[in-house]
């Protein structure tokens, strides 16, 4: 039986991914850092078959402990501070989880695990203001956020441990991706999830910033898959993941709404607060090197995928009980 650590478990990529590998028959070992509330929420259905240990990317012991205890043949790290609004509220903390704490666990590999194969989650946002259309694995990069540095950072750490200590180290370069355990605060579930609010006579308005910024959605499900079979290969390298097709926020607002039978214009406010200083206008991947050394494809197209969240939301505000009402 493998071993895998996932840092970052209670997100929603973390949840699909020990799914994926306990479904491979992996023993699966999720790392969580300590709060003072639940966090286990996407993992709740999950937690008979996982190992949960504290820890926390900024605290070297506490990663060096896990790695010594566990020696896990595959460690994926999935922790980061990951939305991109929030990184210009906390720059420095966003560097030292999504950046330095790279090289913690890197480091903690390295001196305590020295034969794990390493998964960092790297990001298209490191692309940023885009230099070539579409989007490959030699594509120069210039991010545009103090996310988009700071995972530049982590990108570079990772080849330069490859190169440096020839350890398995890969980068997967993920396009956006989405699901109905997607935090509410990023746009495609934000708006699923306005749309069951507003159908269920919730609320009436749902406030966005720019609606032509384009992007390339695909479904997490897919995209925990082609993490795996990176790690599978016998030669680490780095691969871009994406569905080779981009739609805008102005699209994925029409198909929500129309999927709940609703006319979006009546109820979209453009709000500045949601603009942000400098935006990423155009993101499209082309993911053909994945294709070719891992056989990975995306399986869920766009119209899919957004009716995948709204009929999700649908389903969750239904069952949840009405604010107004009486206990
Ligand atoms: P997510 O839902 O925001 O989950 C982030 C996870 O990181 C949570 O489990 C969080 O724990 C954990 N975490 C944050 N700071 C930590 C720290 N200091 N120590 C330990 N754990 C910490 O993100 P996601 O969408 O699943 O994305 C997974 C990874 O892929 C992230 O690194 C993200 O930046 C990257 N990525 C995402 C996308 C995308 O479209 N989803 C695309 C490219 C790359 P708590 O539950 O305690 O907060
Ligand atoms: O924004 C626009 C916004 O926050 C998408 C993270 O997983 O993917 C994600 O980063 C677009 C942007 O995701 C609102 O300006 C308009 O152009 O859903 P998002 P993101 O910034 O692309 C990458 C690949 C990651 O790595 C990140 O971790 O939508 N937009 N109006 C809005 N965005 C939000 N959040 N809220 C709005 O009201």
Redesign the pocket.
Same mark, same amino acid.
């Given at each position: 039986m493998k071993t895998a650590l996932i840092? %970052?478990?209670?997100?929603?990529? %973390?949840s699909y991914l020990a799914e994926f590998l306990i479904g491979k028959g992996y023993r699966v070992i999720g790392?969580?850092?300590r709060?003072s509330t639940t966090?286990t929420s996407r993992i709740s259905h999950l937690l008979e078959k996982i190992e949960l240990v504290p *820890?926390? @990317? @900024?605290d070297q012991s506490s990663l060096m402990d896990v790695l010594s205890s566990y020696n896990p043949d595959e460690v994926y790290n999935?922790?980061?501070? &990951? #939305?991109v609004q929030t990184s210009w509220n906390q720059p420095v903390l966003t560097a030292e #989880?999504?950046a330095v704490?790279v090289t913690r666990l890197l480091e903690a590999v390295r001196r305590c695990a020295p034969k794990a194969r390493f998964y960092q989650?790297? &990001? &298209?946002e490191m692309f940023g203001k885009v230099q070539a259309v579409p989007q490959i694995e030699s594509t120069p990069f210039y991010p545009r956020s103090p996310y988009g540095v700071a995972?530049l950072y982590g990108h570079w750490i990772t080849v330069n441990y490859r190169e440096s200590f020839n350890m398995h180290a890969t980068s997967g370069i993920? #396009?956006?991706?989405?699901s109905p355990r997607r *935090?509410l605060e990023f746009v495609t579930r934000k708006i699923s999830y306005h749309v069951a609010m507003i159908k269920h006579g919730r609320t009436n308005e749902l406030r966005l910033g720019n609606l032509d910024a384009r992007r390339d959605w695909g479904f997490?499900g897919d995209y925990v898959e082609a993490m795996y079979l990176m790690l599978q290969q016998d030669r680490p390298d780095d691969y871009v993941i994406a569905t080779n097709e981009t739609h805008s926020v102005r699209e994925f607002v029409e198909l929500a709404f129309a999927r709940a039978d609703l006319d979006w214009q009546k109820y979209v406010k453009l709000d500045d607060k949601f603009n942000r200083p400098a935006e990423v206008d155009l993101l499209i991947g082309d993911p053909a090197r994945a294709k070719k050394d891992l056989g990975w494809v995306p399986k869920t197209d766009f119209k899919s995928l957004v009716n995948m969240m709204v009929d999700a939301d649908l389903n969750l505000v239904a069952s949840e009980p009405h604010p107004h009402a009486h206990p």
């Open positions: 840092t %970052g478990i209670t997100g929603q990529d %973390g790392l969580t850092r709060s966090v *820890g926390d @990317l @900024l999935l922790a980061a501070q &990951s #939305f #989880f999504t704490g989650a790297s &990001s &298209s995972k993920l #396009f956006n991706h989405e *935090g997490a």
